[in-house]
Nanobody, 127 residues
C-alpha cells in the first residue's frame, strides 16, 4: 500500500504562485504519477502527469503555467503553479500507479489508471 500526503495548498491572489508537494511512503522512481483537481460542484479533472521515463503532460487549461516534477531521492512529487487564476480554485489530489506499470499518454488523466490517492490539499485563488 502506498500512502500519499499532499501539502502546500493555501490562498493566493490571481497572478500569484503556489507549490504543491506530494510525499509518498514508497519509491516513486518507477511509478507514473499525476495531479488532479476538483472544484466545488464539478467533476475531478486531470491537471498534470509525469511518466517513469520523464515525459510530462498537462491539461490545456494549465499549460504554460503549471509544471510537474518528481524528486526520486525523497519520493516527492511537486506541482509548481504560476500565474494562478480564480478558476484554479479546487482541491488538488496526487495519484500514483502501481510500481512499474505502463501508461499511454492518451490515458494520462483517466482516474481508474491510478490505484493510490492522497487526501487532497485546498487551493483558493482570489481575484
Amino acid at each position: 500500500q502506498v500512502q500519499l500526503v499532499e501539502s502546500g495548498g493555501g490562498s493566493a491572489q490571481a497572478g500569484g504562485s503556489l507549490r504543491l508537494s506530494c510525499a509518498s511512503s514508497s519509491s516513486i522512481g518507477n511509478r507514473n504519477m499525476a495531479w488532479f483537481r476538483q472544484a466545488p460542484g464539478k467533476e475531478r479533472e486531470g491537471v498534470a502527469a509525469t511518466l517513469i521515463l520523464g515525459f510530462t503532460g498537462y491539461a490545456d487549461s494549465v499549460k504554460g503555467r503549471f509544471t510537474v516534477t518528481k524528486d526520486n531521492s525523497n519520493n516527492t512529487l511537486y506541482l509548481q503553479m504560476n500565474s494562478l487564476k480564480p478558476e484554479d480554485t479546487a482541491m488538488y489530489y496526487c495519484a500514483a500507479q502501481p510500481y512499474g506499470r505502463s501508461l499511454s499518454t492518451r490515458r494520462f488523466f483517466v482516474e481508474s489508471e491510478y490505484s493510490f490517492w492522497g487526501q487532497g490539499t485546498q487551493v483558493t485563488v482570489s481575484s
